[in-house]
T-cell receptor, first 111, second 113 residues
Framework: TQLLEQSPQFLSIQEGENLTVYCNSS?????LQWYRQEPGEGPVLLVT?????EVKKLKRLTFQFGDARKDSSLHITAAQPGDTGLYLC???????????FGKGTRLSVIA | SAVISQKPSRDICQRGTSLTIQCQVD?????MFWYRQQPGQSLTLIAT?????????ESGFVIDKFPISRPNLTFSTLTVSNMSPEDSSIYLC??????????FGQGTRLTVV
């Protein structure tokens, strides 16, 4: 059972377009994190959202945590080829437990 | 944050042999985690490496195949034993402090021929 459903799995868009990636669960998480991974590297943290309804912005990236802390979204405005990579959402429960990862979204931005 | 050094970064191994992957953290952490990532896929947790006790394995992973050591609070190893081509994957170590984000090593890309 996949506790975190991430969609879409693959996304290929033209430079300048906008996109949204979704991460949904039936479980409540104490926080949710978004990572970006490039080939040959480990995942790198983009943002952590903690409070229900929270919105965080990182340049052209906007992250939102659902009011019930069960879902999250990542919106990229005016995508650039440098945004290409694997985006992973990960849910955290309290304490020092391992993260629960979504299946990932492989984004390709074509110039 | 935490800086994690993982080695080797890649290796090509003969089937039937074993490979030990090392993970060194720049600060003490209670728990370290080992993940496997198939090409183009997300991360699958193999086990949690606990200092001072045996590792805790996830369903589908066993100690005989993936023995783990955790001699101190900054170091862990994962061994992939009796390898087959199906073990070809990226292996990642990760650390996480209570209620914080996770940090990852750069991964070990293993190819079994």
């Amino acid at each position: 059972t996949q506790l975190l459903e991430q969609s879409p799995q693959f996304l290929s868009i033209q430079e300048g377009e906008n996109l949204t990636v979704y991460c949904n669960s039936s479980s409540v998480f104490s926080s949710l994190q978004w990572y970006r991974q490039e080939p040959g590297e480990g995942p790198v943290l983009l943002v952590t959202v903690v409070t229900g309804g929270e919105v965080k912005k990182l340049k052209r990236l906007t992250f939102q945590f659902g009011d019930a802390r069960k879902d999250s979204s990542l919106h990229i405005t005016a995508a650039q080829p440098g945004d290409t990579g694997l985006y992973l959402c990960a849910g955290s429960r309290a304490g020092n437990t391992p993260l629960v990862f979504g299946k990932g979204t492989r984004l390709s931005v074509i110039a | 944050s935490a800086v994690i050094s993982q080695k080797p970064s890649r290796d090509i191994c003969q089937r039937g042999t074993s490979l030990t992957i090392q993970c060194q953290v720049d600060s003490q952490v209670t728990m370290m985690f080992w993940y496997r990532q198939q090409p183009g896929q997300s991360l699958t947790l193999i086990a949690t490496a606990n200092q001072g006790s045996e590792a805790t394995y996830e369903s589908g992973f066993v100690i005989d195949k993936f023995p783990i050591s955790r001699p101190n609070l900054t170091f862990s190893t994962l061994t992939v034993s009796n390898m087959s081509p199906e073990d070809s994957s990226i292996y990642l170590c990760s650390v996480r402090r209570a209620n914080t984000e996770a940090f990852f090593g750069q991964g070990t890309r293993l190819t079994v021929v």
